[in-house]
């Protein structure tokens, strides 16, 4: 190890107790990636704090280390957002775990960064509420990571994303201060921009989440269809009907057959699509919407309808949905996940477009998707012992992105851009946008420590600011009149 | 060449500044409009160039909140960009350009039976301006401000240069969301020139359940009954002194259901209307206006202390915890300091806080506007890097930026 | 295909995905990696691919507590029941131990599958001491480890009334509907006497004749699931012979019912035994499961109890029992029936795990405890007679007064009417 590393793990070995410091490299190995396997990675130190504090110890520690550093919560996000630095340090707040404050009537709850998303929801559950945000990996990623990751979920259709549950978090800033962010603060809205900045602004060290009233009824249809063009013929007429979903979900033949290898959801045989279908709310206005939901899927040419009828049945319909990402290694010993959204109105070209590209290629894509809001996974089935087939399927992914862009879309919907989609950026935005967007991380992160090399294919150098200023700062001195 | 010349080359609406177009009583000295992207990114060149001290000007609804500006060389105004670029009805998108005013923008979406869901406080506010001080309505309740609805924006920088960020798809999580960033920063960071929204369905039911309270206490209890009850209020508002109102809105029949639920639920003196009660969705009356950040639970709190502020205090709130009280005109710059003062120390125990809007010119220059604002240096360090020079509405906003 | 061979493949079909996490007892207590599932499947893969099999390996292999709720999360169908066993075993024959883990270990598997051995521990510790037991298992520090817990148990064990001494054959009452091997287990025998004459008892009210070899001797799960798969082989030879008439084999122990049910796998690559075992396998069933299969017939009488139901681990996600005996409890008249928060974590009993990481398992059983007392019950059912050690030394720690059962005494005492007093006297 470097002698800076190793003079920083013995610093940091004082401060938090030897058993919250990992320096053994097996040990280490374990968290060379999170849940995007193809970024690897080993960090020279891995730290367990279990307090705020202790996380500005570390932040510090490494600022005047010139170390950089790396935010982890439960190490599942999908872009290797949280992908260590070999010559840095892994922060890991899966310890952090306390829910420190459930206050229903204010319609909030406090909860450390490393606590579990779905725990929030089990914890004010009795009281009527529950934690809206839902990525497929609410039974273990944390709230921490859906901060950095501005994390979504089937039911975002309708509910929004995490930046809009949450209210405020403390955030220990690249100079390692603890301080608040609020999204209804005097000043800038900092929070708005550190929520999905992918832990490149700081770290957060506590979360004011928004709870959200369980609604009076939640009613999910299943309907089959031939082909993915019908079911989006569906999606199409649900829309332009004006309701708003909970959740619009569809599935391929391909990803359905993968699901029901994996858990036995037992889908409509024969199905060349599956949308599923959530509505929520009211009682009286459910029951109104829903039945129209179900006439706008049999005009779609609906060829079953299944309907549950408690939530046994509805988890028995969504378990084939949110296990289809893992389930696909069933068919295949290898894939890439994508991200990719376009205008839900695009939806019937990119997806032609995406057989062809598939059959061109003889590359197999599964298509698992958040068809409300036009978010696509496409899951590109390779073999990774067969030499090139990774290339090839790397080059069908990016085509897949390439095909959204020129939709108006954008690169990812919810998986973050991490180290995984970095280079797509430009094909996304100008030197210009990746330019002012940087301007930002300047100003919370000059030296560019804090999880470097995530979100933008090249840094900015924060030192070229045209017009810097030498002597006291201009505003010194105003702010303190009062 | 003189900055008049050299901005009338780039741009075809230059002129000199009246005094009645003065920002919070600093005169500008030169005028511009430019009428599309283009041509705003050049006067924002120009401007860098010649060093020029730039406020972004809408409809002027909002121009006399905060600080008054340092020095004022350039009021760009954004009338002339006032295009509706795309209506994506079958995506839920709209994206319009800085200078249309939002009922315009309204009328144009409704055609389609789509909205924005934001109010409108004051008639004839613009896309930018509204975007730029982060105002929204009772509607909060449910769809929030403008950073919850802006998926896209365009920005010219203090150097002139075209800057995006989002998109025109709802769910995107490339790149940092300066949409965020830019919603409430009063022009200090950009000349905002366009933005995407992401819109809803205008409802085919609508019914406002209005009930009679006395007291702080009735006021909490019926705002909490609303809150923890299934009926899911797009508004949510209590309008001093003694009004909650709820906004039920969506399909005729589930209208009707949820508002006798609501009316059974708040009991004794309650109403359903067709119109919103009187006062809500506007600023209530007063010469100063504070916007206070009062999460539910505080309510009865805040109402107790507007109460101890004497008569002629008005006030309303809406359940998304924010509120505006305005004062009436003849008070004291000491008399506003100390209101201030007794709010701030009420909210602050609820982690809430107040800020003032407006004031008359005398009382502004005594009085702390914003409170506390934690990671103050953060937020000038963020300034530092858009506009190094400090150039862009200098002085109007928090900490001296 | 040796299960060494196949241990590349199974590691492959693992995505990373991190699901298995919040079930894993041993992550939840302390947040790392490397003490996860996934973690543990990351250095199995380490090993795989060079990386020699080092202390802090074999220190993470030993904390996992073979609970197998990942096993259960695990969307991608990893399993991880296969590689911990592989591992185990591989670590059981390379891995030198220190003398004083040895020694444990030793005495462990000198003194449990065998129940003369383990009888001598009922009753003070002097009794113990004098019994002659032999000096390793006595100088190995285990009784101390043991001795409160079979306190406890003593203690929180319900009044049914002495055990009796079954008999090797018990007849139906009425017609006859099935016959029926019973084993009798080691620890369940030793220490929980009551359990065995209630299964047996309840078996024959249901229609069974059961029949109870009287030397059979030790299913082999402790060492099977300890990675000492060449005395879990032997133990298993002989327990196939015990036991190879019988049309079903009963089994009231969740790790031994599990543990017979992969005899199959244990004895794949013996073909002298390969079919006998998948056979012994295939007729195995737990005491819940097979009554459900068969179908309530004994009237059921009013209990009115209020009780809290435990997954134990080697039921729910080895076997996937969950559900029959919550159904057989359910249909007993006037009973309420509690779920216990956190059903999917271990109570940290797990077979010897106790007694090899004390303080990680009383960590998982004050937590198991702190849940279970939340409840508000006044009985716990549980069917392994570790998980009922383990839980009811940890409630008596908290000074919660829960009585605890086995499910087969719950419905025992509804057969025979004997009425609340008879499960929760002496508590309430």
Same mark, same amino acid.
């Given at each position: ?66 170390? *950089? ?160 063009? $019908? ?39 024969? $199905? ?71 205008? !839900? ?18 590359? !197999? ?21 067969? *030499? ?63 999880? *470097? ?30 | ?8 080359? #780039? ?81 839920? #998108? ?16 409704? @055609?389609?039976? +789509? ?14 301006? &509204? ?78 359940? &209005? ?5 702080? +206490? ?37 209208? #009707? ?6 009316? @059974? ?69 000491? @008399? ?29 220059? @005594? ?14 360090? #963020?300034?530092? +890097? ?16 | ?15 990373? /995905? ?34 020699? =099999? ?12 073979? /609970? ?52 001598? =521990? ?60 019973? =084993? %009798? ?13 209630? %299964? ?137 029936? =509690? ?87 002496? %508590?309430?």
């Amino acid at each position: 190890m470097e002698p800076v590393l190793k003079a920083l793990a013995l610093r940091l070995d004082a401060m938090l107790g030897p058993d919250r410091v990992i320096t053994d490299p097996v040990r280490l190995r374990t968290y060379e990636c999170d849940g995007l396997t193809n970024h690897r990675s080993t960090p020279a130190i891995v730290v367990l704090p279990d307090t705020a504090e202790q996380v500005a110890a570390i932040v510090r520690a490494c600022a005047e280390a010139g170390v *950089p550093y790396v935010a982890r919560g439960s190490g599942t996000g999908l872009s290797g957002g949280a992908l260590p630095r070999a010559d840095g340090v892994l922060i890991v707040t899966s310890r952090m775990q306390r829910i420190l404050e459930i206050d229903i009537p204010g319609q909030r709850a406090v909860v450390e960064p490393g606590v579990i998303n779905l725990d929030v929801t089990r914890a004010v559950r009795p009281y009527g509420y529950y934690f809206a945000p839902d990525p497929s990996s609410q039974q273990i990623c944390s709230v921490g990571g859906n901060v950095a990751e501005n994390s979504g979920g089937a039911h975002c259709l309708k509910y929004g994303f995490t930046a809009h549950h949450v209210l405020g978090c403390e955030v220990v800033t690249p100079d390692g201060e603890l301080v608040e962010l609020a999204a209804d603060g005097p000043g800038y809205d900092l929070l708005g921009v550190f929520v999905g900045a992918e832990g490149t602004l700081g770290i957060t060290t506590k979360i004011t989440v928004r709870l959200t009233r369980v609604p009076e009824t939640v009613q999910t249809l299943l309907a089959a269809f031939d082909s993915i063009e $019908a079911g989006g013929t569906a999606v199409s007429a649900i829309i332009g009907a004006g309701v708003v979903p909970a959740a619009i979900e569809m599935m391929d033949a391909l990803s359905i057959e993968a699901a029901e290898a994996a858990v036995r959801c037992e889908y409509p045989p024969g $199905a060349g699509a599956v949308l599923i279908v959530e509505l929520d709310g009211p009682d009286s206005e459910v029951a109104a919407q829903f039945a129209e939901v179900e006439r706008l899927c049999r005009d779609a040419g609906a060829f079953e309808i299944r309907i549950a009828a408690d939530d046994a049945e509805r988890a028995l319909i969504w378990k084939g949905r949110k296990s289809a990402f893992a389930a696909v290694g069933r068919i295949s010993p290898a894939y890439l996940v994508q991200d990719g959204v376009i205008p !839900r109105t695009a939806l019937p070209q990119v997806l032609a477009r995406i057989d062809a590209l598939s059959a061109e290629s003889g590359v !197999r894509v599964a298509n698992v998707f958040h068809a409300g809001d036009g978010n696509l996974h496409p899951l590109v089935l390779f073999d990774d012992s067969e *030499p090139g087939a990774a290339e090839r399927a790397e080059e069908v992914s990016g085509a897949i992105l390439d095909l959204c862009i020129e939709h108006g879309g954008s690169i990812t919907g919810e998986h973050g851009v991490g180290v995984d989609k970095s280079r797509y950026m430009p094909r996304m935005f100008t030197d210009t946008d990746l330019d002012t967007m940087q301007m930002v991380r300047c100003g919370f992160d000059p030296a560019g420590l804090c999880n *470097p090399g995530k979100v933008f294919p090249t840094p900015r150098l924060c030192g070229e600011v045209p017009g810097v200023r030498k002597g006291p700062h201009p505003y010194e001195g105003k702010a303190d009149i009062f | 060449m003189q900055p008049l010349d050299a901005l009338a080359k #780039v741009c075809d609406d230059v002129r000199t500044g009246e005094p009645e177009e003065g920002v919070l009583g600093v005169q500008p000295a030169l005028v511009a409009a430019p009428a599309s992207v283009a041509e705003a990114a050049e006067v924002m060149r120009v401007a860098a160039e010649k060093g020029l001290s730039v406020i972004p000007r809408g409809a002027e609804t909002r121009l006399d909140w905060g600080t008054p500006p340092e020095r004022c060389d350039l009021l760009v105004d954004t009338h002339r960009l006032d295009k509706l670029i795309e209506h994506a009805s079958g995506d839920l #998108v709209a994206k319009a350009e800085a200078g249309l005013p939002l009922e315009t923008l309204a009328e144009r979406l409704e @055609e389609k039976g +789509q909205r924005l869901s934001l109010d409108v406080p004051l008639p004839g506010s613009t896309v930018g301006g &509204t975007i730029a001080a982060g105002a929204a309505g009772p509607l909060r309740t449910l769809y929030g401000t403008p950073r919850n609805l802006v998926i896209g924006l365009t920005v010219v920088r203090a150097d002139g240069k075209v800057a995006r960020s989002g998109g025109k798809v709802v769910k995107n999580v490339a790149g940092y969301d300066l949409g965020r960033l830019f919603s409430g920063s009063y022009g200090t960071l950009g000349l905002i020139v366009d933005a995407t929204f992401r819109l809803h369905p205008v409802p085919t039911a609508t019914a406002w359940v &209005t009930c009679q309270v006395d007291g702080p +206490q009735e006021a909490h209890d019926a705002v909490q009954a609303v809150l923890h009850s299934p009926v899911a209020p797009s508004a949510l508002e209590y309008i001093a002194p003694g009004t909650v109102a709820a906004l039920l809105e969506g399909v005729p029949d589930g209208v #009707v259901a949820r508002a006798g639920q609501l009316v @059974e639920l708040l009991g004794g003196k309650t109403d359903i209307t067709e119109n919103a009660p009187d006062g809500c969705g506007a600023y209530p009356d007063g010469t100063t206006l504070i916007d206070v950040t009062a999460p539910p639970p505080s309510l009865s709190d805040l109402i107790g202390v507007v109460n101890s502020l004497g008569n002629g205090v008005a006030m309303t709130w809406n359940g998304s915890g924010h509120g505006h009280i305005g004062l009436p005109s003849g008070l004291s710059a000491e @008399e506003v300091a100390g209101a201030l003062s007794a709010l701030r120390d009420v909210l602050g125990r609820h982690k809430g806080g107040a800020v003032v809007r407006y004031a008359p010119q005398d009382v502004r220059s @005594e009085i702390d506007l914003w409170g506390p604002v934690p990671a103050l240096g953060l937020m000038r360090r #963020v300034k530092d +890097q858009f506009d190094p020079d400090h150039r862009l509405s200098p002085g109007r906003f928090v900490g001296g930026i | 295909m040796s299960a060494q061979d196949d241990l590349p493949k199974l590691l492959g079909d693992c995505v990373h /995905c991190g699901f298995c996490l919040p079930t894993c007892p041993t992550y939840v207590l302390w947040g790392e990696e490397m003490d996860s599932p996934r973690g543990r499947i990351h250095l199995m893969q380490q090993h795989v691919e060079g990386a020699p =099999l080092n202390a802090p390996m074999v220190q993470h292999f030993d904390q996992c507590l073979g /609970c197998m709720a990942c096993v259960t999360a695990c969307p991608s169908g990893v399993q991880y029941d296969r590689l911990i066993e592989v591992t185990r075993a591989e670590v059981e024959r390379e891995h030198p131990r220190s003398l004083k883990e040895r020694a444990i270990r030793e005495a462990i598997f000198r003194l449990f599958p065998y129940r003369r051995r383990l009888r001598a =521990l009922r009753g003070p510790l002097l009794a113990y001491q004098k019994s002659g037991l032999d000096r390793l298992v006595r100088r190995s520090g285990l009784l101390e480890r043991i001795s409160p817990s079979v306190a406890a148990m003593e203690r929180l064990a319900p009044p049914l009334g002495k055990a009796p001494r079954l008999p090797e054959f018990v007849a139906a009452r009425g017609e006859r509907r099935a016959t029926v091997g019973m =084993l %009798t287990g080691c620890v369940q025998g030793e220490f929980f006497p009551g359990v065995n004459a209630a %299964t047996a008892r309840v078996l024959a009210m249901e229609g069974c004749d059961v029949v109870i070899p009287k030397h059979q001797g030790c299913c082999g799960a402790l060492s099977l699931h300890s990675g000492r798969e060449d005395e879990a082989r032997a133990f298993a030879r002989r327990t196939v012979e015990t036991f190879e008439s019988a049309d079903v084999i009963v089994v009231n122990s969740a790790g031994c019912g599990s543990a017979m049910k992969e005899y199959r796998a244990l004895l794949a690559d013996d073909p002298a035994w390969a079919a006998r075992a998948e056979a012994l396998s295939a007729r195995t069933r737990d005491l819940a499961e097979f009554l459900v299969e068969l179908g309530p017939r004994a009237e059921r009488r009013p209990l009115p109890v209020t009780l809290a139901y435990h997954d134990a681990c080697h039921l729910s996600h080895a076997q996937g029992v969950r559900a029959q005996p919550r159904t057989l409890l359910g249909g007993i008249p006037e009973l309420t029936v =509690l779920e216990v928060a956190e059903p999917d974590l271990c109570c940290g009993s797990a077979g010897t795990y106790n007694l090899l990481q004390p303080e990680a398992a009383s960590a998982l059983g004050d937590r198991k405890a702190v849940n279970v007392d939340a409840t508000g019950a006044e009985l716990l059912v549980a069917a392994n007679p570790g998980c009922s050690m383990q839980i009811a030394t940890a409630l008596e720690r908290r000074g919660a007064h829960i009585a605890v059962a086995h499910t087969a005494q719950v419905l025992d005492a509804s057969l025979r009417g004997l009425g609340r007093d008879a499960l929760v006297g002496r %508590t309430s």
